[in-house]
């Protein structure tokens, strides 16, 4: 059966519950403005907490590997918390790694080349020889940060920092300094800034030691295995963790990003977004309640007919959720076209990724169907309470 034949019946016999939303359009057009604003709410809480958690794990998620080792006592990965080189290659001698690289995190004190106004900037350091990031950007220029005081600039970084990528573009030098050590911007690349970073640069690990001194080349923020293509994972991962101090910790990919993830999940910031995410419910549940109550109360009469015509509280109970269902589904469009264009202009402005995934937006039609049939159930209340003999 073709779309068009389908609308052409639903022309000719529409639901009862389509003909009992339609008959009031001017409510009919509230509720659906308070569905769609409900769910651009919900959205856009969705969207902040994508952006934070997305933001948050755009280096992990780029990273060549499939252990990952890191201090104990790291919560999240700029913490500071580093463990001894040495534990590397430990590793690296366990039969069923390839082998074993650093990767370096910090922060450092980026000065501004055109205002001079200092921010902080997260500084990620490899060794160019064996790069552990998966971005070709950073592939193609290998030897540039191989050069000294030299670095590549991440092109989504905020504004704040500096027309950096515009000029680089340009073909124009950009020189700065970083904690108080001068660099040259050798190139730039694009993995995107997060809420509580700035931006990022990359370099080497021996530029890296310059810039953070002699102790620094020893403390890893994350040391990445490379397994043989025909090892167990579980099981060279149990053998790595036996095999390493307490200190250390052993996880693959998956486990490393999500460590991140929960992190910020219980931080004020994730709360306050799942809250939020929590208030577009009620509110939709509220309102969507509101315009089903007066709109069986509106009916009531022609309800209490029907069931001295013989039809069923479980009949007329489905009218009810028809309307919920229909609510639900015409009230999403509206909501997710707003969102698609608070999303675009939440990207531009934080230089954060924030594409409307479809988990996101699968998500959230199931919670506003789900949101408007609660609200029916709890209209229908009213709904059993209409009886024949009030009207005869």
Not at 79 to 101: C, K, M, N, P, W
Not at 168 to 188: A, F
Not at 205 to 233: E, K, M
Not at 255 to 278: C, H, Q, R, T
Request: net charge negative; aromatic share 10%; glycine share 8%.
């Amino acid at each position: 059966m073709t779309i068009k034949t389908l609308l052409k019946k639903f022309n000719k016999e529409p639901p009862l519950g389509w003909v009992q939303l339609r008959h009031q359009k001017v409510r009919l057009l509230v509720a659906l403005i308070a569905i769609a604003s409900a769910d651009i709410m919900i959205f856009t809480m969705q969207g902040f907490r994508m952006s934070m958690f997305g933001g948050a794990t755009n280096l992990h998620k780029q990273l060549r590997g499939d252990l990952f080792l890191v201090s104990n006592r790291t919560e999240y990965l700029g913490d500071g918390q580093t463990f001894d080189r040495r534990h590397l290659y430990q590793a690296e001698a366990i039969d069923g790694v390839t082998s074993a690289d650093p990767l370096y995190f910090s922060f450092g004190n980026w000065i501004n080349p055109w205002n001079q106004k200092i921010s902080s900037i997260g500084v990620i350091a490899f060794d160019p020889v064996r790069p552990v990031i998966d971005l070709p950007e950073i592939d193609e220029q290998l030897e540039q940060i191989k050069l000294p005081n030299t670095i590549l600039f991440d092109s989504l970084s905020l504004p704040k920092l500096g027309s950096v990528p515009e000029s680089v573009n340009q073909g124009k030098t950009v020189t700065t300094e970083i904690s108080e050590h001068r660099v040259s911007v050798g190139g730039i690349f694009t993995m995107g800034s997060t809420i509580f970073i700035d931006g990022h640069i990359v370099t080497s690990d021996w530029n890296y030691l310059r810039l953070f001194g002699a102790d620094s080349i020893d403390n890893l923020s994350v040391g990445i295995l490379t397994l043989q293509p025909s090892v167990d994972l579980a099981t060279v991962k149990s053998k790595v963790q036996a095999y390493l101090p307490q200190d250390v910790e052993v996880m693959t990919h998956q486990e490393f990003i999500k460590s991140e993830e929960d992190y910020w999940a219980e931080v004020p910031g994730g709360i306050l977004f799942n809250f939020g995410v929590a208030m577009g419910f009620f509110t939709g549940v509220v309102i969507v309640y509101e315009v089903l109550h007066a709109d069986v109360n509106d009916h009531l009469a022609e309800y209490a007919t029907l069931k001295a015509m013989g039809y069923s509280d479980k009949n007329l109970l489905m009218v009810v959720f028809q309307e919920g269902i229909i609510l639900g589904v015409l009230g999403f469009i509206p909501g997710f076209i707003g969102s698609a264009g608070i999303y675009a202009l939440l990207g531009y402005l934080t230089r954060i990724p924030l594409p409307m995934r479809f988990g996101v937006v699968s998500q959230v039609f199931v919670i506003t169907v789900l949101m408007c049939l609660i609200s029916a159930a709890i209209a229908m209340q009213k709904l059993q309470s209409a009886d024949p003999a009030d009207v005869f």
